[in-house]
């Protein structure tokens, strides 16, 4: 409780510092006009495409995380940036001479943000997301051909946009309560989410927000060249900057970024589950895997074992990126799973086996509000349906079960059997295989099955030193007894 209100503190101090200090001088001895047409021109110009540019990198590196929502954060500051070129550029005096765009520019570049904003706050499996999903790697290309379109036609066209009259009343104060209403949203769903996950990318984003509401302020009362007035471009500027911070801190992990860029484009797929070793998704797995120590290491192994029967089935790359991230937080719903039943060393009684089953749910809920993929939550959630219709948590049974979802089931089982775990020792890999063959057209698909045994006909060798070496996350001592 102290943690969450330290965090409102400082958040409330965010918001409220510049907003004091702009309230504070504005109208006052301190408020002169700067007129420097020639530095806003330069200066926010250059700025401007220099954001723009690390806002693209963001949406590229996007798709390779496999992360809608910073699909969703790359659009937003896109919009944001893209927008702001325009009203750089459009200095009245210099390449332009119409005294309105300007303005006009800058509010609609919040405009435009604060919706692909507002979308990357809600839950993946909702329809719309879903849909925006599936297009994932065409949404950045089309929306920057649609922003070159909008603002060729306001340089040729500075009337179109006066007809919205963005800068009169009422329609300011409407785009500002828009602005209010769908950032202060934006801001409850992040501050949720961050509060029961503390990754940074979370927080930055609430600052991010909060400032765009302050700017947005500024922009409709302040007075165009006065000190006050060019407050609302830093706080633009450092919304892009805070927001680029946050992805770095959460999805790099290793100390250069440029490597860990490049292990984001390796077509080695084994490679791939390096690359979702990020910092928040390591900070899961080793969470999860701390609450149990018999099964260290076993994500690790899950999402290897995933991948080398997703290559034997022939997947594309984009399935065989998703069920390396699948395969390394599927158990990421046993966090919500007391102690006492996760390392339970006898029999669990019905109603802790009740318990226990709600995990790929609890899993599937906690990482549709991070931004995982669709395909990545079918791994969580129904990684323990069964073949014949008997598993859970939605009782699926056969080819209702997404295909990442049955390929998961059987390298989880396989490595869950030649583990030891705090109830029984490890089986040999001969008994592993006997049970996996035993339950083909039961626990797992027969298809699945098949490929399987040839995998590990094929390739003995690595299996073998898979399970005399157990390679595992370097987790902390302090978690591993």
């Known amino acids: 409780m102290r943690k969450n209100t330290g965090v409102f503190t400082q958040f409330a101090a965010a918001m409220l510092l510049p907003l004091a200090a702009y309230l504070a001088v504005r109208g006052t001895a301190l408020d002169k006009s700067i007129n420097a047409p020639h530095e806003h021109f330069y200066i926010v110009s250059l700025v401007a495409l220099i954001s723009l540019g690390l806002a693209i990198a963001v949406g590229i590196v996007a798709i390779q995380l496999r992360n809608i929502k ?39 570049s919040v405009l435009l943000a604060v919706v692909w904003l507002w979308l990357s706050s809600l839950s993946v499996d909702l329809p719309l997301i879903k849909w925006f999903s599936e297009w994932q790697r065409q949404l950045l290309p ?26 009169e009343m009422p329609m300011m104060w409407v785009a500002t309560l828009f602005i209010i209403l769908m950032n202060g949203w934006t801001i409850y769903r992040y501050l949720t989410i961050y509060i029961s996950s503390r990754f940074p990318l979370q927080l930055s984003i609430v600052y991010s927000a909060g400032w765009m509401i ?56 084994s490679d791939w589950i390096n690359t979702y070793m990020s910092t928040s998704v390591r900070e899961l797995v080793m969470t999860t895997e701390a609450r149990d120590s018999y099964t ?12 080398k029967l997703g290559e034997e089935l022939s997947l594309s790359s ?12 599927h158990d990421v719903g ?36 991070l931004g995982f993929m669709p395909e990545e939550l079918s791994v969580i959630r129904s990684h323990h349906e ?96």
């Open 70 to 108: 910073i699909s969703f954060l790359s659009l937003s500051y896109v919009s944001l940036t893209g927008m702001f070129v325009l009203h750089g550029l459009s200095t009245p005096g210099f390449i332009m001479h119409h005294s309105g765009i300007a303005a006009s520019a800058a509010q609609l």
């Open 142 to 167: 089309i929306w920057i051909v649609l922003l070159c379109v909008v603002c060729t036609l306001l340089w040729f066209f500075p009337d179109l946009i006066m007809r919205f009259h963005l800068k």
């Open 214 to 269: 302050v700017a947005q302020i500024i922009i409709v009362t302040g007075k165009s060249w006065n000190l006050s007035w060019w407050l609302y471009h830093f706080l633009l500027l450092a919304s892009v900057l805070i927001m680029v911070a946050g992805i770095v801190s959460q999805y790099v992990s290793s100390k250069s970024i440029t490597s860990s860029i490049k292990l984001m484009f390796r077509s080695n797929p």
């Open 296 to 307: 260290a290491g076993h994500n690790y192994r899950v999402a290897l074992y995933a991948l």
């Open 318 to 329: 984009e399935e065989l990126r998703a069920i390396a991230q699948g395969g390394l937080i």
């Open 334 to 369: 046993k966090l919500r799973i007391p102690d006492t039943i996760l390392n339970k060393p006898g029999k669990l009684t019905p109603e802790e086996r009740n318990i226990i089953e709600v995990h790929p749910v609890s899993g599937y809920d906690l990482c549709k509000r």
């Open 386 to 481: 069964k073949w014949d219709g008997s598993g859970y948590p939605d009782q699926l049974a056969g080819e209702q079960i997404p295909l990442l979802a049955r390929i998961t089931a059987v390298a989880d089982v396989y490595d869950a059997l030649t583990s030891s775990r705090s109830y029984r020792k490890a089986m040999t890999h001969e008994a592993a295989m006997a049970i996996i063959l035993k339950e083909s057209g039961k626990h797992f698909d027969p298809y699945c099955v098949e490929a399987w045994e040839r995998l590990v006909l094929e390739q003995s060798t690595f299996f073998e030193e898979t399970i005399r070496n157990s390679p595992h996350l370097k987790l902390d001592k302090r978690h591993v007894r």
